[in-house]
């Protein structure tokens, strides 16, 4: 690391001192430099200038810098320790400057000039890093947009630390800096999602197997973004056993790219085929996953913040490796009501969506009992009804799904999952719905709730939903039983564009802090229809738990 240097003879913003550059790409520079607090102390950190458009205009300026900055407040939130620190973002003579806490590590595109292409199994590690951020990102529905290897900084001990988050329509600009890892929709200049992200990954590791970007840099960036948007790619050459996964990424057509889920499958499976990686076992993996952040009961406002890492050392950095958390695209509206994406199409989730049979509902653990079904739940439901145990029969076009996480349930013809969201201590969030249908199930386990029922929904729950728009519960929550557990209700409704959306959520628990909540969402207006009264009286009929992914 740089250790002495010599000063420029002005500051930027009369308090950041610019020493050594650290990394350049097109339209970012990045320096080592220093910060002369007021008292005259002088501590390090991470300078990077980013040319913005001409016409960008002073208050777009002002926008752009007060977006970075809080967008990297929200994003150290979800990823600490893993998203650098921005102390400040200004704009001077023309140029974006954001000034993060020096990151003891290096660019990732600056390791790669130094130690030329790395190894599919280095690559994969690194990429895996990378993904975890990114799902955790996708999960309340930020896109980073700006994603190339001179934001990724590894680290001699912990975790990559990542930057640039904010950037991506902070300016008039399709791409601020790096378009030859901009993807396809971006050189268009059209609305760009998730799929951005997952383009550039695969771009990364295109990068870091090759020793060249898939797109090379053009004289502009005009000429670079073209090319990227209708130039074939260039074959890899010594991707080996990433080539299925870069290629898959590197899809045109961003409804066709590779799944986040796929995509941990595919890169971890080449960290186990590796005979020189020195990692564990799959199995021993799985165990050792327990680093973990916390998740709040069943509030799915934030089941997205935590992911479960495992510490893996490979080659010349402990990076971090983590499993199973699938895409999570539309928690942007705080969690609660999940709905597939606008901003960007995903493909089916084939690999996490399990299985779906026309088979009867699988029996219950031997603990659960077997009370009688109960009438549709609503405000005069009796406390004590609970669905049966051991129903056989499914409605005209019901099919039972088991999840891989291990619990099941009816859907109706069509239904599938549209998200996943994993936090921690096993906690996750799946939500089932279908395209054209408003209408959505969701099903949240987590190991950390209380023993009362219905205080977890009164005091975890509800205080995050009336931050929604229009929130009204109806009634009050009430206590029930469930498969011989106990249970509570609680409705509310929302407003969402121009209309209203009518939950209905029980939640319910195992023992040992372990609990399921349902959530059944609606248009209001449908409420009482035979159809929605037929969906959920199916799904408290035929759902049975299972334990933690």
Not at 150 to 161: I, K, N, T
Not at 249 to 258: A, P, V
Not at 326 to 336: E, I, L, N, R
């Amino acid at each position: 690391m740089v250790k002495t240097h010599v000063s420029t003879h002005e500051l930027v913003a009369g308090r950041y001192r610019l020493l050594d550059v650290v990394h350049r790409e097109t339209n970012r520079v990045s320096w080592y430099g220093e910060y002369v607090e007021e008292t005259g102390a002088v501590r390090p950190c991470l300078v990077t200038r980013i040319g913005l458009p001409p016409d960008q205009g002073e208050e777009k300026a002002r926008q752009a810098a007060d977006r970075v900055l809080g967008m990297s407040e929200t994003m150290a939130r979800l990823c600490p320790g893993r998203i650098a620190t921005v102390i400040d973002a200004v704009e001077e003579t023309g140029s974006l400057w954001t000034v993060t806490e020096w990151i003891d590590g290096l660019p990732l595109g600056q390791l790669m000039a130094q130690k030329g292409a790395f190894s599919p199994a280095r690559a994969a590690a690194i990429g895996l890093q990378l993904l975890d951020v990114l799902e955790a990102a996708h999960g309340e529905g930020i896109t980073h947009g700006e994603l190339s290897p001179g934001q990724v900084f590894l680290r001699s001990q912990g975790p990559l630390v990542l930057t640039g988050f904010g950037l991506a329509g902070a300016t008039l600009a399709p791409r601020v800096a790096a378009p030859s890892y901009a993807s396809p929709e971006q050189a268009r200049d059209e609305r760009i999602g998730p799929a951005a992200d997952l383009w550039a990954l695969g771009a990364i590791l295109y990068t870091m197997v090759e020793g060249r970007p898939p797109y090379r840099d053009r004289d502009r960036p005009e000429s670079t973004l073209k090319g990227v948007d209708r130039l074939p790619l260039r074959a890899p050459l010594r991707a080996g056993p990433l080539n299925p996964t870069v290629q898959g990424l590197l899809r045109k057509d961003s409804r066709e790219r590779l799944t986040r889920t796929v995509v941990r499958q595919s890169l971890t499976r080449v960290l186990d085929d590796d005979p020189h990686t020195g990692l564990p076992t799959p199995r021993l993996r799985r165990v050792c996953a327990a680093v973990r952040h916390v998740g709040p009961q069943w509030s799915g406002r934030a089941m997205a913040a935590g992911t479960a890492l495992a510490v893996v050392t490979v080659a010349f950095a402990a990076l971090v490796v983590t499993h199973q958390l699938p895409d999570a695209d539309d928690t942007s509206a705080g969690g609660t009501r999940a709905r597939p994406s606008t901003s960007a199409p995903a493909p089916d989730e084939d690999a996490d969506r399990g299985s779906t049979t026309p088979a009867p509902a699988p029996t219950p653990p031997p603990t659960a009992a077997s009370p009688a079904a109960p009438a549709r739940p609503s405000v005069s439901a009796s406390p004590d009804a609970s669905p049966s145990a051991t129903a056989t029969a499914l409605p005209q076009g019901f099919r039972v799904y088991r999840a891989p996480e291990g619990f099941s349930v009816a859907l109706p013809a069509g239904w599938k999952r549209l998200d996943t969201a994993r936090g921690a201590d096993h906690a996750y969030r799946v939500t089932f719905g279908a395209p054209g249908d408003a209408r959505t199930l969701a099903v949240t386990y987590s190991e950390r709730a209380g023993d009362d029922p219905v205080a977890v929904w009164r005091d975890d729950v509800e205080p995050n939903l009336r931050k929604d728009d229009g929130f009204r519960r109806i009634g009050a929550i009430r206590a029930t039983t469930y498969l011989g557990y106990k249970a509570a209700d609680m409705e509310w409704v929302v407003d969402v564009d121009g209309g209203q959306e009518r939950t209905f959520g029980r939640g319910f628990l195992l023992g040992g802090h372990r609990s399921f909540s349902l959530r059944w969402t609606t248009p209001a207006e449908d409420w009482d229809t035979k159809a929605d009264r037929q969906a959920l009286d199916t799904f408290l009929k035929t759902f049975r738990p299972g334990s933690a992914a």
